[in-house]
């Protein structure tokens, strides 16, 4: 009995691991007729897998009170089902652009909120061209706008400086729900071992990982096996590197589903 606790204590925080991996989808394409169908049906499909979604309709919100009908529309779609978590994009210049031009783009996101006969509420912020750590001095610019933007109602927070951080990673973890500490190609995710593309294994559970470029004959499964062992908060493959495209967000959603079974299949025997 005794020699089964600790294999009982890994099958659980297996188990923790495998229902808290999602989706982060760059949802950068314009939702047109039809466009955003495929994350319709993937999101309805899968209804245990959490989603991200990060949406940007101008560069950010745009300058508008409210964003144009056609988001309105695919916006509150979206927040129909329960496993959809959309997030506004704000750009921030590695921590260059100006607090209150970044303020007044959490601003217009929470104001969505106020939108009446359609629920175009978001989850959260994206922040990208977040800083890595490396200037000491950047830390308190972005723990000030992920504080402004929970008081404001969006309380997902994602920083995407798209490598792994380089100094007070504790604290950087600390002020976000998840920060993606790799966005490249496939092909430079598999030249290295993935553990060596993030900073602490202590903070994987809020590790996202962004590959793009990712060839037709990827092994999506192996990548997304790869990112459930190591207990990734978040994971996305897209095949192009501007996001337009959203042809494998089906793929990646059926590898998830099917790690998370076969993970389940195996600690059941338990």
């Not at 996001?243 to 494998?248: E, F, H, Q």
């Amino acid at each position: 009995m005794f020699l089964l606790l600790p294999i009982i204590a890994t099958v659980l925080t297996l188990a923790s691991t495998v229902i808290s991996t999602g989706l982060l989808i760059p949802l950068y394409a314009w939702p047109g007729i039809d466009a955003w169908n495929t994350i319709y049906d993937s999101i309805a499909a899968h209804p245990s897998i959490p989603f991200f979604l990060i949406i940007n309709p101008s560069t950010g919100p745009g300058d508008t009170e409210y964003p144009e009908e056609v988001f309105i529309t695919a916006i509150a779609k979206l927040n129909s089902y329960s496993n959809a978590n959309v997030l506004g994009y704000i750009h921030t210049k590695q921590g260059t652009r100006s607090s209150p031009e970044v303020e007044r783009d959490i601003a217009t996101y929470a104001k969505w909120a106020t939108y009446t006969g359609r629920n175009i509420r978001l989850s959260g912020i994206f922040f990208d061209e977040a800083a890595n750590g490396e200037d000491p001095s950047k830390l308190a610019y972005f723990e000030n706008l992920s504080r402004m933007s929970k008081i404001s109602g969006l309380s997902t927070i994602i920083f995407n400086p798209g490598v792994k951080l380089a100094a007070d990673v504790a604290k950087w973890f600390a002020a976000a729900d998840f920060i993606v500490e790799y966005e490249n190609t496939y092909a430079n995710w598999v030249d290295l071992a993935p553990d060596e593309h993030f900073s602490m294994p202590g903070h994987y559970e809020k590790s996202a990982v962004i590959l793009n470029q990712t060839p037709g004959d990827a092994d999506v499964d192996h990548v997304v096996r790869l990112a459930k062992d190591m207990g990734l908060g978040a994971i996305y493959l897209a095949s192009d590197d501007n996001y337009m495209s959203l042809s494998t967000v089906p793929k990646v959603a059926v590898a998830v589903a099917q790690s998370r079974s076969a993970r389940r299949r195996w600690y059941s025997q338990y």
